[in-house]
Each structure stands twice: as structure tokens, then as C-alpha cells.
């Protein structure tokens, strides 16, 4: 269940796990607080072997209920936690990024990094819900929100809701709860991602290429992810040079950096291939269309 309120952090009987950073911001001390560290590098075996120690220090019993404040490192590394201990429970996801709030904090994938492999162990894990109080957002910095703005302009292609209430200057809290409404409506349909859900990794081929070697903001990834995979689509007679032209343009005010071999080299390790080749969800029908990694070189370098 998704809920916008105010989030009060003094949740005493609850276990709470922050990252350093939001601990510092917000005040979130005490006993039953676990801070993580910033960023990417929380999602690793270390961090959720660490957290399930904590969870039996704490005599966490599965009819308890965790709550993950943060950003989508927090959420994933927390989720998979939840996920795996005692066989399951409860979390109350609490997204303090944009990223997070139209994003990570829904549909419940959970994932920790490994071996330069992003996202490569994880699960899929519903019990959780989630609060989204968009007062966070007034400490986030630029880079952090255009992170999450890049988000919002994979949605924007998705949904003509949202991309009418963008293109005509909503606010953001509008616009930030039609992303997670249409989200959680997308997972709800198809949660284990056979189908109609594989459509909210276009523009992540690519982005968690980049994500990685360049260790880029993950939306920021996403929109480079956009604008190459867009031109792909074009190369491959998928949409239109017109139709490519606007969203290319539409990624402009976004930091694009140069696609190298190296980086198209980490796609061989994605998640939506099958039998060596590369997956894609691209424009415009937005299904799976795999490419043999040669082919994709000639395509896009
Ligand atoms: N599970 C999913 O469905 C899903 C979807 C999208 C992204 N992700 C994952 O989420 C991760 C990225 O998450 P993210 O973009 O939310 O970033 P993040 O969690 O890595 O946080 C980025 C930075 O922002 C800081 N921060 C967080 N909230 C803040 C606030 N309110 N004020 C000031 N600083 C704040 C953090 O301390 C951190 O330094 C990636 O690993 C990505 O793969 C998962
Ligand atoms: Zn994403």
C-alpha cells in the first residue's frame, strides 16, 4: 500500500535502517537505529549479512516490521535483508530520493550488487509498504534529483498521463504520485516481470552499463540509457527518426557522457538476456527484443 503523509522518524518500537548520511540530516539515533553507508556500496553480501546479525541481536521475530528511510541503495540492500530472514519480514519503505519515491521503493525487487554485476543477487519480496513524504526532497541535491527526474522521463514515455502532466508544468508532488500509482499498477498486473513490467527497464540496458563504470547516479544512467537505446530503436526501424529525434532531445538538460566498447562489454551480464544475447525493452512497443552483442557494437559505437 502506498501513502503520503508526513513520516515521523521516532518510530521507537520499530527497527529502523538509514543510510549515514539521511542518520546525520534527520536525527535518526538510537538503539533500534542501523545506519548503512552512502550509496551503491551498501548493497553488498557484507551489508545484508551485518543487518541480519543486527536483526537477531534485536530478537526480530517474522510478525515484526522494519523500516528502510532511504534511497534506493537503502531500500534494495534493506528489502533483500527482509526478504531472506526468517524466511520474510515485514518492511515499511520510507523513500527519501525522488528515485525511491516514483521508483525503488515499488513493486518490491530487492538487490545487492556482486562481482561488478549490478543488481546480481536479489529477490522478489511483497510485504512491504510504503510512505512517501516528498519533504525529504528539500535536501536533496541537484544530482539526486535529476536522478529521479530521469525516472520521471522513462515514465514520461510510458504513460501519456504522466507525460501530460510534465509537459504542462504539474507539480512534482502531482507528478510524483502518478509515477508510483502507475508503478505499483504495472506490478500489480505483471509482478514477476513476464510481461507488461519488462517495459520499466527501458533505457537500463545501457544505463546499468554506464551506471556502473562511470558510477553515475542511477537515473542520470537511465536517461544516457534512453537516449542510446532510442537511437537503436530508430536503427532498427522500431519507431520513427521523428519519434527518436523528440525524446533524444527531451534527455538535453540531462549530463550525456560518450558510449564506449568497455561499457557495452558489461551488457553481456544483464538480467533480460537469454542465451548470450543482449536484452532490450525498447521503443516503440516497449517488449524485449534481443541482439547479439557484435550486432550491437556495430549499431551503437
Ligand atoms: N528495486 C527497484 O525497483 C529499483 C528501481 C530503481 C532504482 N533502484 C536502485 O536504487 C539505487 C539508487 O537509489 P537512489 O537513486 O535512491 O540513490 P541512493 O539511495 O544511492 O542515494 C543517493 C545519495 O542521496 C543521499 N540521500 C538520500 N536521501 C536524501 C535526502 N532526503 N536528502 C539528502 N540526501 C539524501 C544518500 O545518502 C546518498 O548519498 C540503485 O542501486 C538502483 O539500482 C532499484
Ligand atoms: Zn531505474
Request: proline fraction near 3%; include cysteine.
Amino acid at each position: 500500500m502506498i501513502t503520503f503523509q508526513k513520516f515521523q522518524p521516532s518510530c521507537r518500537d520499530a527497527l529502523v535502517v538509514t543510510d549515514e548520511h539521511i542518520a546525520r540530516l534527520y536525527d535518526i539515533v538510537g538503539d533500534n537505529v542501523f545506519l548503512l553507508p552512502r550509496g551503491e556500496r551498501a548493497k553488498s553480501f557484507a551489508f545484508v549479512e551485518a543487518l541480519c546479525r543486527w536483526f537477531i541481536a534485536k530478537r526480530l521475530d517474522p510478525s515484526g516490521k522494519v523500516v528502510a528511510v532511504g534511497g534506493g541503495s537503502v531500500g534494495d540492500t534493506v528489502g533483500f535483508a527482509c526478504s531472506v530472514y526468517k524466511r520474510g519480514v515485514s518492511l515499511l519503505q520510507v523513500p527519501t530520493t525522488l528515485v525511491a519515491m516514483v521508483d525503488s521503493s515499488i513493486g518490491g525487487k530487492t538487490a545487492i550488487d556482486l562481482d561488478n554485476v549490478k543488481n546480481a543477487v536479489g529477490s522478489y519480496f511483497f510485504s512491504y509498504d510504503v510512505v512517501i513524504d516528498t519533504d525529504f526532497l528539500r535536501t536533496l541535491d541537484d544530482i539526486q534529483m535529476a536522478s529521479g527526474r530521469g525516472e520521471i522521463l522513462k515514465y514520461r514515455m510510458l504513460d501519456e498521463e504522466i507525460n501530460r502532466l510534465v509537459s504542462t508544468g504539474a507539480d512534482l508532488d502531482t507528478v510524483i504520485a502518478r509515477c508510483a500509482h502507475y508503478k505499483q499498477s504495472v506490478c500489480d498486473e505483471d509482478p514477476f516481470c513476464k510481461g507488461k513490467r519488462n517495459a520499466l527497464n527501458f533505457g537500463h540496458t545501457v544505463g546499468h552499463a554506464m551506471e556502473l563504470s562511470l558510477g553515475i547516479p542511477h537515473g542520470v544512467a537511465v536517461v544516457n540509457g534512453i537516449r542510446y537505446e532510442t537511437a537503436l530503436a530508430a536503427k532498427l526501424g522500431l519507431c520513427t527518426e521523428q519519434y527518436a529525434e523528440f525524446w533524444q532531445g527531451e534527455t538535453n538538460g540531462f549530463d550525456i557522457y560518450p558510449l564506449t566498447e568497455q561499457m557495452l562489454e558489461l551488457t553481456v551480464q544483464d538480467k533480460k538476456n537469454v542465451e548470450g544475447a543482449v536484452g532490450f525493452v525498447l521503443p516503440t512497443s516497449f517488449e524485449k527484443v534481443l541482439l547479439p552483442l557484435d550486432k550491437l557494437k556495430k549499431l551503437l559505437l
